[in-house]
């Protein structure tokens, strides 16, 4: 079995640019996260989402939205974006029957380079 | 404000030998705290979690411990091997209904040398 799965692995943009990045979570997973992780630091949550519901947001702006398909897949959008906005972004999946003690696995992550 | 503060910031040590990683957190309400490995360019694999009421789990070499009276917790690399190499993170997570929002440290960047 597969397992998360994140697309493009590289991606640049220029400033001022929007993207879309997209995740596939383990099969049978319900929850997918989103997470910014600026080189030489730990990653910063963005979004949490379980069953097509949004139920966690970090501290980003309004620039950075997100939406879960009826299929558990996710896709992250960034607009008007920032040199700040360079990181790697991860995506996680989980059961998310928890209560939120489930074990979080992590895509290998799309690099985001903004120049 | 919740952070999760880890020390020491890096670490090298030599093969075979054992080392501990500390994290401070003052998160709350607590749910539960996460170690994961992130080996470079990789995303984080988890390690353990423990809720409240554990204060110690082991995953192989892997032992993690948790005081959540004065909010800390140690990651303890036993007989270390070439392939811990990599960044250890904590995470903290507050409760399902505060949002289940993770807080991530900074990480430790462990080296082991042969």
């Known amino acids: 079995d597969a397992g998360v799965t994140q697309s493009p692995t590289h991606l640049i943009k220029t400033r001022g640019q929007h993207v879309t990045l997209r995740c596939s979570p383990i099969s049978g997973h319900k929850s997918v996260s989103w997470y910014q992780q600026v080189l030489g630091q730990g990653p910063q949550f963005i979004f949490q989402y379980y069953e097509k519901e949004e139920r966690g947001r970090g501290n980003f702006p309004d620039r950075f939205s997100a939406r879960q398909f009826p299929n558990y897949s996710s896709e992250l959008n960034v607009n008007a974006l920032l040199l700040g906005d360079s990181a790697l972004y991860l995506c996680?999946?989980?059961?998310?029957?928890?209560?939120?003690?489930?074990?979080?696995?992590f895509g290998p992550g799309t690099r985001l380079t903004v120049l | 404000k919740n952070q999760v503060e880890q020390s020491p910031q890096s670490l090298i040590i030599l093969e075979g030998k054992n080392c501990t990683l500390q994290c401070n957190y003052t998160v709350s309400p607590f749910s539960n705290l996460r170690w994961y490995k992130q080996d470079t360019g990789r995303g984080p694999v988890s390690l353990t979690i423990m809720t409240f009421s554990e204060n110690t789990k082991s995953n192989g070499r892997y032992t993690a411990t948790l005081d959540a009276d004065t909010k800390q917790s140690s990651l303890h690399i036993t007989a270390s091997q070439l392939s811990d190499s990599a960044s250890y993170i904590c995470v903290v997570s507050v409760s399902k209904a505060a949002g289940n929002k993770l807080t991530f440290g900074g990480g430790t960047r462990v080296l082991v040398k042969p």
């Open positions: 996680a999946s989980s059961l998310g029957t928890s209560g939120g003690t489930d074990t979080q696995y």
